[in-house]
Nanobody, 115 residues
Framework: QVQLVESGGGLVQPEGSLRLSCAASGSDFRIAHMGWYRHTPGKQRELVAVMSSGGPANYADFAKGRFTISRDNAKNTVHLQMTNLKSEDTAVYYC?????????WGQGTQVTVSS
């Protein structure tokens, strides 16, 4: 059974940084796409960044230049380094894994950007 465990959310001041981590278990993730989505009340869940096991990363426009996704295939982990955070980045961030033919989601971790 696939499990995704996220960590690293919290409260941060504007222009601050946070690093989210997600540990995956229960399958072979070498061919999986791994990444992050976020959800803000009143809006649809949106892609933040995703990457394949050895390929380039895809970023949402709002994430380019500020967020960096990385993964450790040996440890089945994916990370999201977020810098220069803004109040509009406040959301629940979800780890996402697409392991054909299914997709899996973490439980979500709250990120709040506020002074």
């Amino acid at each position: 059974q696939v499990q995704l465990v996220e960590s690293g959310g919290g409260l941060v001041q504007p222009e601050g940084s946070l690093r989210l981590s997600c540990a995956a278990s229960g399958s072979d993730f070498r061919i999986a796409h791994m990444g992050w989505y976020r959800h803000t009340p009143g809006k649809q869940r949106e892609l933040v960044a995703v990457m394949s096991s050895g390929g380039p990363a895809n970023y949402a426009d709002f994430a380019k230049g500020r967020f960096t996704i990385s993964r450790d295939n040996a440890k089945n982990t994916v990370h999201l380094q977020m810098t220069n955070l803004k109040s509009e980045d406040t959301a629940v961030y979800y780890c996402y894994v697409h392991l054909p033919p299914r997709s899996y989601w973490g439980q979500g971790t709250q990120v709040t950007v506020s002074s």
